[in-house]
Nanobody, 117 residues
């Protein structure tokens, strides 16, 4: 069982920055992929960014603004969000896929990000 705890959400003005953190209860070096998803009111949950040992991927709407990274020593994954827009407002969830083609994954409880003036 893997526990994921997100932090770093909050209220920020358009154009501002936030850094989300996802602390895992196990050594993330052994986890195949970790990612950040978001869900806005009335919308489906969508993948924002993901990271494996060798690559990163981003949804088009955040490319050039968001950066995902992992610190294996701290068992933590980060999402640096710059140039935030009102449309980035959502609950952000951390996700862990334990191995390639795993039939199950793990989720955090989510952290609210609100971009508003």
């Amino acid at each position: 069982q893997v526990q994921l705890v997100e932090s770093g959400g909050g209220l920020v003005q358009p154009g501002g920055s936030l850094r989300l953190s996802c602390a895992a209860s196990i050594n993330i070096f052994s986890i195949y992929a970790m990612g950040w998803y978001r869900q806005a009111p009335g919308k489906q949950r969508e993948l924002v960014a993901a990271i494996t040992s060798g690559s990163t991927t981003y949804t088009d709407s955040v490319k050039g603004r968001f950066t995902i990274s992992r610190d294996n020593a701290k068992n933590t994954v980060y999402l640096q969000m710059n140039s935030l827009k009102p449309e980035d407002t959502a609950v952000y969830f951390c996700n862990a896929v334990p191995r390639y083609r795993a039939t199950y994954d793990y989720w955090g409880q989510g952290t609210q990000v609100t971009v508003s003036s």
